[in-house]
């Protein structure tokens, strides 16, 4: 069973909690049939102490821990803060010290928004890759200049540390984890339950340190970037190996090798990413969409989308299509909101 904690504090942003907690729960219910019903994910909550906690938000958290007791875990969150994080930052003083120790441990730990600034105040972050909530971009590096603030990623990886610019991103990062932990087909199922829309594939939306899979193979970085740059062409196997001066079954070896899927599925993914960007912001046809990842087989396409997703392509659209909201309207009204994010 995998283990899972959330540190609670007066100002964190309830849903930076509660979306993470409701999809590993999810993911736990769903591979829990394979497992005599028994489930795989415990989530738990450590505050000050087990009283019951009431936010600054006015909803009211009972925590099943102190931050003293906080056991090494599969996954640690640290959630976002509301409004101004630093009054927060100073009121963490008597247990940031664990966080060191935790990680050094295997904890993965994620931070949500500004949460990042609990990472960078133990020093997890110096000389590491980090993002926070964008208002606060010019505020975190005046005060963490040791940090590699990345302001075009909405999620960072280094190492076992994490940081998810939003609670939209961290939803992102918890189905990459449940796809860790129990596969593509149940963290297919929870992306489509709790709606499409709301996840960008962790490859296409993270920096992570070590690119892609945390591998040292310049050759196969080659091939990956070749990928991304001609992912509109038709391309075989053997015109990548050939461009890198490979025989396709050498480079089908070494990339396996160093990412741990082949060139075609690799290919595959981006595909399919690239496929719902266009379905969610664009109104190309399928066949277009099929045209411009490569594809010149409109059955195909769709075919190889539904195995992906779960859904067709229409159908894809259909979700994400009645719950944009309008750019000229809604999401910059939201911006504006003090603590949005």
Not at 10 to 31: F, G, K, R, Y
Not at 54 to 68: E, H, N, Q
Not at 89 to 95: I, N, P, Q
Not at 313 to 339: H, I, M, Q, S
């Amino acid at each position: 069973m995998y283990t899972a904690t959330a540190i609670v504090y007066p100002s964190t942003l309830a849903t930076s909690v509660t979306l993470p907690m409701e999809i590993l729960q999810a993911a736990s219910q769903m591979a829990s049939v394979e497992h005599r019903g028994h489930r795989q994910v415990r989530f738990t909550l450590a505050g000050p102490n087990r009283r019951l906690m009431r936010l600054d938000s006015g909803i009211a958290l009972k925590p099943d821990m102190s931050y003293a007791q906080l056991p090494p875990s599969d996954l640690l969150l640290l959630p976002a803060i509301w409004r101004n994080p630093l009054p927060t930052v100073r009121a963490a003083a008597s247990w940031l010290h664990r966080l060191p120790a935790l990680a050094g441990a295997g904890t993965r730990i994620c931070s949500v928004g500004t949460g990042s600034y609990l990472l960078a105040e133990a020093g997890l972050l110096d000389g590491r890759a980090a993002t926070t909530h964008w208002h606060y971009f010019e505020q975190f590096q005046r005060r963490y200049p040791q940090v590699e603030l990345k302001t075009r990623h909405l999620i960072t990886q280094s190492d076992n540390i994490y940081c998810a610019g939003s609670v939209n991103s961290i939803a992102d990062l918890m189905v990459h984890i449940v796809q860790e932990w129990f596969g593509s087909r149940i963290a297919r199922s929870v992306e489509n339950q709790f709606s499409p829309e709301i996840r960008q594939a962790f490859r296409a939306a993270a920096y992570q340190s070590e690119p892609n899979s945390a591998h040292h193979d310049e050759t196969v970085l080659r091939a990956q970037q070749f990928l991304q740059e001609h992912l509109a062409r038709p391309l075989s196997l053997q015109q990548v190996a050939a461009r890198l001066g490979l025989t396709a079954r050498s480079l089908h070896r070494r990339f396996v090798q160093a990412t741990g899927v082949s060139p075609q599925n690799y290919l595959q993914s981006l595909r399919m990413a690239t496929a719902k960007d266009l379905l969610r912001h664009t109104n190309l046809t399928v066949g277009e969409i099929a045209w411009r990842i490569g594809l010149q087989d409109t059955s195909y396409f769709s075919q190889l989308f539904r195995r992906h997703c779960g859904v067709s392509p229409l159908r894809y659209r259909a979700a994400v299509r009645g719950k944009l909201f309008d750019p000229a309207g809604d999401e910059p009204a939201l911006r504006n909101r003090p603590g949005y994010g």
